[in-house]
């Protein structure tokens, strides 16, 4: 079982940047796929960025070269960098895990564990 606890959420105006934070319980973060979805009003759960390791890192199109997902593993913690941030990136975004292998990454149903969510407002 693993519990994940986002933080890091805020209203910011666009063109600006906020760092995601996830905590992980458990001492196998490592077999972990990470990854971070959003979900707007009325909208269905999106994928953002997903990471297995530090180097298979995997984005959507619309945060490509913008957010950047990173894990520490000695920390349990992901982290997602959002920068250049815009009105359409406001959402409810949530950390996921999944045991490794994982067959699509971009898929919300694939992961099993889910964190309660933090709110991103960009506005001006």
């Known amino acids: 079982q693993v519990q994940l606890v986002e933080s890091g959420g805020g209203l910011v105006q666009p063109g600006t940047s906020l760092r995601l934070s996830c905590v992980a319980s458990?001492?196998?973060?490592?077999?972990?796929?990470m990854g971070w979805f959003r979900q707007a009003p009325g909208k269905e759960r999106e994928f953002v960025a997903a990471a297995i390791t530090w180097s298979s890192r995997y984005y959507s199109d619309s945060v490509k070269g913008r957010f950047t997902i990173s894990r520490d593993n000695t920390k349990n913690t992901v982290f997602l960098q959002m920068n250049s941030l815009k009105p359409e990136d406001t959402a409810v975004y949530y950390c996921?895990?999944?045991?490794?292998?994982?067959?699509?990454?971009?898929?919300?149903?694939?992961?099993?564990?889910w964190g309660q969510g933090t709110q991103v407002t960009v506005s001006s």
């Open positions: 458990g001492r196998t973060f490592g077999s972990y796929a």
């Open positions: 996921a895990a999944q045991t490794i292998p994982i067959t699509t990454l971009t898929a919300a149903g694939e992961y099993t564990y």
